[in-house]
């Protein structure tokens, strides 16, 4: 690891005025250590936002405001989530490990960065890590990549299970910024996707703090399902995760809210497909034509194709599962 | 940087580099090497030890995040005596070559009290319901925990004797299963 200072600040002026002079923030440090001893990320300073007072969960507005503190053990066992928004508790319980879950944050899981092997290799080309080096991705191994929001410099997957779920319940990001500036910001609009500059990974500026993720309402009278698939029963990440927000209204969708992960270069939502249940009554055939429309656009490269078809089924057990 | 670790109900002063990771700041610098180095990238849980009575791995943590905190390892557990569940791993054989059972020990400790608080799991049927610790629930609580030796019957079967002990709820829904 390289050497670098560090801060534990007691108030969020002096992390900014830290952040200011461009010092890296520090939250659980599950995901930052890591990059940090394989020297992915060699930060000069890093502040500790653990001791600022971001770590509450209230109700605001009707919907809840999550501290970007609160670790994703708290979330996930907070009564009002299990209860209103079982979607976002059941996709933090499939992410990591228990351990892994009292130390990452809320803040933090939206961060973390894609696990694909040779951004972890120094060794290797990739344009995320040393822009304008190459994808080694593209012609190497490819098995958790994305086929839908990739470009010939990246096929990178966003691996957040968290991010999925908000996604499909309209979250939004409250960041404030390095001078004390807040603002909100939907997780439609808050992940880029890579283009020609894949290390630019979302709309946030230098220095801007994430404080808490703002929870719209409840979705009244909606089934809420995240299901997802990986190569052992725990502890991996996702092939294919969906997060499904529904709503059924005299034996039609009323409303549609479908977010997907394991196949996007961010947390991927379509809102097409949403539109095209909205009215409908299930059926096997509507959700066959929701899965082709979800990868008209998919591009799938070697390695990754066998994403296509086992999106679509998973997409089709889980409208089935939320309508029966 | 200066810095007050508070490891086995002792306070330890220390100067440390903030590069130094919790895990090693036990081992090294304080001496308490029952929590172990597996894979140093909170791949396989040996280096799990209870912050506020919490699991973590120590080896994705700096110790300079943990200023004032308080923390338990595997040797805090036996004091004055091994604790019931290190007894049971002992007579259900959850030993092995012995590698990784520090780390189960500390992480069964903390999930048994997560079971406590009622909080669900993955494999929960019921967010809100009560928690079972059926054999499905255990696996998946405790699979933050990649054992290099496949010792999990013994394991398992060590927890699942402390939960049935401790916790009458369990005990009763164990009887209906
Ligand atoms: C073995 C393993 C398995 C895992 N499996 C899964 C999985 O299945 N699903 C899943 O979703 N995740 C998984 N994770 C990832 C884990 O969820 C993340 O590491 C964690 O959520 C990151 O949170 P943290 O608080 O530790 O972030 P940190 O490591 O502290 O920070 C991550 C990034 O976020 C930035 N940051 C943190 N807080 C703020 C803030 N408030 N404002 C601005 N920037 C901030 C940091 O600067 C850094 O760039 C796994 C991790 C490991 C090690
Ligand atoms: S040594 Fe920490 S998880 Fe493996
Ligand atoms: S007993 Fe040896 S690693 Fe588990």
Known sequence: ?324 | MQTTLTVNGRNHELDIDPRVTLLDALRDQIGLTGSKKGCDHGQCGACTVLVDGRRINACLSLAVMHDGDSITTVEGLAEGGASALQKAFVAHDGMQCGYCTPGQVCSATGMLEEVSAGWPSHVSDDLEGPVTLSHAELSERMSGNLCRCSCYPGINAAIREIADETRQPIDQQEAAE
């Open chain 1, 1 to 324: 690891m390289k050497p670098f200072d560090y801060q534990r600040p007691s108030d969020r002026d002096a992390a900014h005025a830290a952040a200011r002079e461009g010092a890296m923030f520090i939250a659980g440090g599950t995901n930052l250590v890591d990059l940090m001893k394989l020297e992915v990320m060699a930060p000069d300073r890093l502040v500790d936002v653990s001791r600022l007072g971001l770590d509450g969960i209230e109700v605001q507005d009707g919907g809840l405001r999550i501290g970007a503190m609160v670790t994703n053990s708290d979330l996930a066992a907070d009564p009002r989530l299990r209860r209103d928004y079982p979607v976002l508790s059941r996709a933090l319980l499939a992410g990591a490990s228990g351990q892994l879950r009292n130390k990452a944050t809320t803040g933090g899981n939206l961060l973390q960065r894609t696990r694909c092997p040779y951004f972890y290799d120094t060794d290797a080309a990739c344009n995320k890590r040393a822009p304008g080096s190459g994808c080694a991705a593209l012609g190497g191994e490819m098995r958790n990549h994305a086929v839908l929001g990739t470009s010939d410099h990246c096929v990178a997957l966003h691996p957040s299970d968290m991010a999925v779920a908000m996604r499909a319940l309209d979250a939004l990001v409250e960041v404030e910024g390095p001078d004390g500036a807040i603002r909100h910001v939907p997780l439609d609009d808050f992940y880029r996707l890579p283009g020609v500059t894949p290390h630019l990974e979302t709309t946030l500026g230098a220095g801007d703090l994430i404080t808490a993720v703002l929870l719209p309402p409840p979705p009244q009278g909606a089934v809420q399902v995240y299901r997802k698939v990986r190569d052992r029963a725990s502890y991996a990440f996702a092939l294919v995760s969906v997060a499904a927000v529904v709503t059924l209204d005299k034996g039609r969708f009323s409303q549609a809210a479908l977010a997907f992960g394991g196949l996007g270069a961010r947390p991927w939502r379509d809102p097409a497909v949403d539109a095209l249940l909205v009215g409908e009554t299930p059926s096997d055939a509507l959700f066959a034509e929701a899965g082709k429309h979800l990868l008209r656009n998919a591009a799938p490269r070697e390695g990754t194709e066998f994403k296509l078809p086992l999106a679509r089924r998973v997409l089709s057990a889980v409208l089935k599962e939320a309508t029966q």
